[in-house]
């Protein structure tokens, strides 16, 4: 099911196009697929409302854009504490470590570092994957209601053993809520194991996943409770 709302999402193309540099309004319009005419009446909205100024044929995002910016200083100093916190476990524990956020649908590869080795068991910054898939979809997803989680994995394009299965999702979400963490032991694509906890902002919202990424081996028997404490104590220095 698509509940986007066309125009609304043009409009937002249009912000992420000159966020990544100025354009004239006829680049604007090839580069996205618009009609002129559509481009010009975009541009105009949003020059009223001061989020996009125009210097002769070239427009480029304003200041009216900065009390919006302003209300994510406090998620990126999160993020940025919580990238801090991941180099520190990944260098003293010598395990990998990663940090995700939710972008829609789909889970997003915000930070990682690993130990020095032969194989890399972390996808690059910048990945993106199914918002329920593995542990950091249970930390992601651990407030929401299970109405929210079904119509994700109904919608997903990709074939998991959660679309299989999505009792796996609601099975990860019932033990991070329970314990504050949650361990996905090789269900997934890549055969790695993965432990994850919630990131919360000030008003108690999840903000991000941490997680710790290894083999069976790294998380068995007491190194359980371990990496347990490890996350839990993360997360204070975090959230603060």
């Avoid at 710790?212 to 104590?233: C, E, P, T």
Wanted: net charge positive.
């Amino acid at each position: 099911m698509n509940n986007t709302i066309p125009a609304v999402d043009k409009t937002v193309r249009f912000l992420l196009a000159l966020a990544e540099r100025p354009h004239t309004q006829s680049e604007l319009s090839e580069k996205l697929g618009t009609a002129m005419s559509t481009a010009y009446r975009i541009l105009t909205t949003l020059q009223d409302h001061d989020w996009v100024r125009k210097d002769g044929a070239v427009y480029s995002l304003s200041r009216g854009l900065v009390p919006l910016v302003g209300s994510c200083d406090s998620e990126m100093e999160l993020l940025e504490r919580a990238k801090k916190q991941s180099d520190m476990i990944s260098e003293r524990y010598g395990i990998a470590c990663k940090l995700s956020i939710r972008q829609g649908d789909q889970q997003k590869t915000f930070h990682r570092v690993e130990p020095p080795g032969p194989v890399s068991l972390t996808g690059i910054a910048g990945s993106l994957f199914p918002i329920f898939e593995g542990s950091v979809g249970a930390a992601l997803l651990a407030d929401e209601s299970e109405e929210v989680i079904r119509e994700l994995i109904k919608s997903s394009p990709v074939k998991l053993p959660e679309t299989a299965n999505p009792e796996l999702v609601f099975d990860r979400i019932r033990e991070i809520r329970a314990r504050g963490t949650v361990l996905n032991s090789s269900k997934n694509r890549w055969g790695i194991v993965a432990m994850s906890i919630s990131l919360r902002d000030r008003r108690g919202r999840v903000s991000a996943a941490l997680t710790l990424i290894g083999v069976r081996k790294d998380f068995s028997g007491k190194r359980r409770a371990d990496w347990d404490m490890v996350l839990k104590q993360a997360a204070r220095e975090i959230e603060g």
